[in-house]
């Protein structure tokens, strides 16, 4: 029964160890780092396979061929460990290192097949025991220091990144059941009869599993989709649940300025030097925001969390995107249509034009024919003839009048003010005002950014005078206009009469409406005896430099 068990073990610390590097070479990616580790099941694999037989080993020779192939597995198991160790902490060893940690062990493994010659390895080997030499204690030596020294390199590298104590716990376990299994059985402390190191590797591939899914021990997923990452224009930048920077891929690094391993404060200094916040953890991102940079390019920054079932965040990706093509087609938009508003203006210039010439040309052509009719008649001088007069000149007074009506109705519909300014504008509204005074204050400064708000101020105005002038019976009008960064404000205020309440008519609709075509709000007060305000409030478009 304890041969059929412990043949189960062995087994089972073979299908697990298959399972390991199976999984490690197919789904994880092939580089230095799964290799190495894949190298480390294997040699297991070398290892328990000839301990499948060891019940059948009746003779010196067959239990000297099951050690040596049980040996080819054990005596690089040190280096493979360690190379992973140095691969996985991103730490290189050096080429000495890696050139002599195998040589040590293909010494060793030499020794072992040489013993017969010298007995260095075995002092004695037979079927029912053996007794070991100093060549075997140097290469289990060699082996604990191999395995102690890359828990070492692992675990100083787990301090420096402040790994979860989780984290560090399964992967020191995952390395020292074996060399606490294999103490044990060497020092004869547990008689089992049987070696349970190899028993042991099966429970540190199981450990070593749990580090690769649960913790991302591996970090499978930027092992696997590091190339496509390189290759797209998007900067990509992955944090961990502890807000450390694990990836970040050439676009990222290009428009951050990120020198090598940067840590994590670092990163975040640079990013908030570009306008940009540093990664939320605790709930936040989603929310793109944008910042120019030096150079002109515009880069729009979008966080993405990724929680567990239990709702919390184990990382965290930013990405980073060139959107100045889309600013850049925006601003030739708004100048195309810029430029066909300005076209638009200039044809029914023109159109108003040829109609002002066509109107002033027909009627002075026909008063200069009414003219030449009334001098012939004249020169008759018989009664008939003054009577053709009068009617000429009474034909004439007609065009007349109709030409100055129709002149007065062209320059209205093209009339184009002095001033394009909106201080200019009111300033001109104010001067036309004789009945009462009408005073102007300008709070802030006028510039190029507030010129397409100017008719828009002059209409609003105008309408405010207008209905001042009909109904309020006022003896003054004051108007502020205030400049803001990104608002025009205009307060309008008159020592009228005043109203109990206020009914929308033509005019306050019309200056309501004008207000809402640029989105902008007006408000409107009034009480008996108290005169009539009128507060406007309109947005800025900000002017792309």
């Given at each position: 029964m304890g041969g059929f068990l412990l043949r189960l073990t062995y087994l089972c610390t073979i299908g697990c160890s298959l399972y390991t590097s199976g999984w490690l070479l197919f789904k994880a990616g092939r580089n230095k780092n799964t290799l190495a580790l894949a190298a480390c099941q294997v040699l297991v694999i070398i290892w328990c396979v000839p301990l499948l037989f060891s019940g059948f080993l009746t003779t010196r020779t067959m239990k000297y061929v099951a050690y040596g192939i049980s040996y080819a597995g054990i005596s690089f198991i040190g280096p493979a460990w360690l190379e992973f160790s140095f691969g996985y902490c991103k730490k290189d060893p050096g080429p000495f290192i890696r050139r002599l940690l195998p040589g040590i062990s293909v010494f060793n493994y030499v020794m072992f097949l040489t013993?017969?010659?010298?007995?260095?390895?075995?002092?004695?080997?037979?079927?029912?025991?053996?007794?070991?030499?100093?060549?075997?204690?140097?290469?289990?030596?060699?082996?604990?220091?191999?395995?102690?020294?890359?828990?070492?390199?692992?675990?100083?590298?787990?301090?420096?990144?402040?790994?979860?104590?989780?984290?560090?716990?399964?992967?020191?376990?995952?390395?020292?059941?074996?060399?606490?299994?294999?103490?044990?059985?060497?020092?004869?402390?547990?008689?089992?009869?049987?070696?349970?190191?190899?028993?042991?590797?099966?429970w540190s591939s199981f450990l070593m599993l749990i580090a690769v899914f649960r913790y991302d021990f591996l970090d499978v997923n930027a092992m696997a989709f590091e190339?496509?990452?390189?290759?797209?224009?998007?900067?990509?930048?992955?944090?961990?649940?502890?807000?450390?920077?694990?990836?970040?891929?050439?676009?990222?690094?290009?428009?951050?300025?990120?020198?090598g391993n940067e840590d994590m404060e670092a990163v975040n200094q640079k990013l908030?030097?570009?306008?940009?916040?540093?990664?939320?953890?605790?709930?936040g991102g989603g929310e793109a925001l944008e910042a120019m940079q030096k150079n002109g390019t515009r880069l729009r920054m979008k966080q993405y969390q990724y929680k567990n079932s239990k709702g919390q965040t184990d990382a965290a990706a930013v990405i980073l995107t060139d959107v100045s093509e889309f600013?850049?087609?925006?601003?030739?938009?708004?100048?195309?249509?810029?430029?066909?508003?300005?076209?638009?203006?200039?044809?029914?210039?023109?159109?108003?034009?040829?109609?002002?010439?066509d109107t002033t040309g027909h009627t002075l052509t026909m008063i200069q024919s009414l003219l030449r009719l009334m001098r012939a008649q004249m020169k008759t001088g018989t009664p008939e003839s003054q009577d053709a007069v009068y009617e000429y000149m009474a034909q004439a007074q007609e065009l007349v009048t109709g030409g100055i009506r129709e002149l007065r109705c062209s320059i209205n519909e093209m009339r184009q003010e002095k001033e394009t300014t909106v201080t200019g504008t009111m300033a001109d509204l104010a001067g036309r005002?004789?009945?009462?005074?009408?005073?102007?204050?300008?709070?802030?400064?006028?510039?190029?950014a507030y010129t397409g708000l100017a008719p828009v101020v002059y209409g609003i105005l105008r309408e405010a005078i207008t209905n001042c002038l009909k109904y309020a019976a006022a003896s003054r009008m004051d108007v502020i206009v205030k400049f803001e960064k990104d608002s025009l404000?205009?307060?309008?205020?008159?020592?009228?009469?005043?109203?109990?309440?206020?009914?929308?008519?033509?005019?306050?609709?019309?200056?309501?409406?004008?207000?809402?075509?640029?989105?902008?709000?007006?408000?409107?007060?009034?009480?008996?005896?108290?005169?009539?305000q009128i507060y406007v409030n309109l947005p800025v478009k900000e002017q792309e430099t």
């Amino acid at each position: 029964m304890g041969g059929f068990l412990l043949r189960l073990t062995y087994l089972c610390t073979i299908g697990c160890s298959l399972y390991t590097s199976g999984w490690l070479l197919f789904k994880a990616g092939r580089n230095k780092n799964t290799l190495a580790l894949a190298a480390c099941q294997v040699l297991v694999i070398i290892w328990c396979v000839p301990l499948l037989f060891s019940g059948f080993l009746t003779t010196r020779t067959m239990k000297y061929v099951a050690y040596g192939i049980s040996y080819a597995g054990i005596s690089f198991i040190g280096p493979a460990w360690l190379e992973f160790s140095f691969g996985y902490c991103k730490k290189d060893p050096g080429p000495f290192i890696r050139r002599l940690l195998p040589g040590i062990s293909v010494f060793n493994y030499v020794m072992f097949l040489t013993n017969e010659s010298h007995n260095l390895f075995y002092r004695q080997f037979a079927v029912e025991a053996v007794e070991y030499g100093p060549v075997f204690y140097f290469h289990m030596l060699f082996t604990y220091a191999c395995v102690v020294g890359g828990m070492a390199v692992v675990f100083r590298e787990f301090i420096k990144r402040r790994v979860d104590v989780r984290h560090l716990a399964v992967i020191c376990l995952a390395a020292a059941v074996p060399l606490c299994f294999n103490c044990l059985y060497l020092s004869g402390t547990v008689k089992t009869g049987f070696d349970l190191t190899p028993p042991a590797f099966a429970w540190s591939s199981f450990l070593m599993l749990i580090a690769v899914f649960r913790y991302d021990f591996l970090d499978v997923n930027a092992m696997a989709f590091e190339h496509i990452f390189d290759s797209i224009a998007e900067g990509v930048l992955v944090y961990d649940r502890r807000g450390m920077l694990t990836y970040h891929n050439q676009a990222a690094e290009q428009w951050i300025g990120l020198e090598g391993n940067e840590d994590m404060e670092a990163v975040n200094q640079k990013l908030e030097a570009m306008g940009f916040p540093g990664p939320a953890m605790d709930g936040g991102g989603g929310e793109a925001l944008e910042a120019m940079q030096k150079n002109g390019t515009r880069l729009r920054m979008k966080q993405y969390q990724y929680k567990n079932s239990k709702g919390q965040t184990d990382a965290a990706a930013v990405i980073l995107t060139d959107v100045s093509e889309f600013y850049q087609a925006l601003k030739n938009k708004e100048e195309l249509e810029f430029s066909e508003r300005r076209l638009a203006v200039e044809q029914e210039r023109n159109r108003i034009a040829q109609e002002v010439h066509d109107t002033t040309g027909h009627t002075l052509t026909m008063i200069q024919s009414l003219l030449r009719l009334m001098r012939a008649q004249m020169k008759t001088g018989t009664p008939e003839s003054q009577d053709a007069v009068y009617e000429y000149m009474a034909q004439a007074q007609e065009l007349v009048t109709g030409g100055i009506r129709e002149l007065r109705c062209s320059i209205n519909e093209m009339r184009q003010e002095k001033e394009t300014t909106v201080t200019g504008t009111m300033a001109d509204l104010a001067g036309r005002v004789k009945e009462i005074p009408v005073e102007v204050e300008i709070q802030g400064e006028d510039g190029q950014a507030y010129t397409g708000l100017a008719p828009v101020v002059y209409g609003i105005l105008r309408e405010a005078i207008t209905n001042c002038l009909k109904y309020a019976a006022a003896s003054r009008m004051d108007v502020i206009v205030k400049f803001e960064k990104d608002s025009l404000k205009l307060f309008i205020f008159d020592d009228g009469c005043g109203c109990e309440s206020i009914r929308e008519s033509n005019g306050i609709r019309g200056i309501r409406e004008r207000a809402a075509k640029t989105g902008g709000t007006v408000r409107f007060f009034s009480a008996a005896g108290e005169g009539f305000q009128i507060y406007v409030n309109l947005p800025v478009k900000e002017q792309e430099t």
